[in-house]
């Protein structure tokens, strides 16, 4: 498995955030196919958690149109979410952030980093429809 240096995640992470303050990165361990970073960054002043995720592109050949789909995804569920006026709408859908050249992530050498945000105690379940 490639190294990935905290040069390169903060690097990464700069290209969706350029002014925020990196604190640092730690690998989450569990994946098989893409690599998943959990990032703790000071963004516009507010502490939080994001995951930074470099897609395998061998096995996601079309890794743009999956990002684009992605993005018309969690935007749909976002104004979903948001239209239901919950006290807590914000954890109903994950949301992806765009660069700050508002591209869908950022093409690297091992991968195409994306970044959305870590939502606290949140499970991922399956429905039986």
């Known amino acids: 498995m490639i190294q ?8 990464r992470f700069a290209a969706f955030f350029p002014d925020a303050e990196f604190l640092g990165a730690v690998e989450c361990m569990g994946g098989h196919i893409n690599r998943t970073f959990f990032v703790d960054a000071v963004v516009l002043g507010n502490q939080r958690r994001y ?14 149109a999956l990002m684009e789909n992605v993005f018309r995804i969690s935007e749909h ?45 949140a499970e991922g379940r399956l429905r039986a429809t």
């Open 77 to 121: 569920l976002e104004r979903k979410s948001r239209e239901s006026g919950g006290p807590d709408a914000e954890r109903g859908y994950i949301h992806f952030q765009r660069t700050a050249d508002g591209e869908f992530g950022v093409d690297g050498e091992i991968g195409f980093w994306r970044l959305y945000r870590f939502i606290d105690r």
């Open 4 to 11: 990935i240096s905290d040069t390169r995640l903060r690097e």
């Open 51 to 64: 995951v930074l995720q470099c897609v395998n592109k061998n096995v996601f050949r079309n890794y743009r």
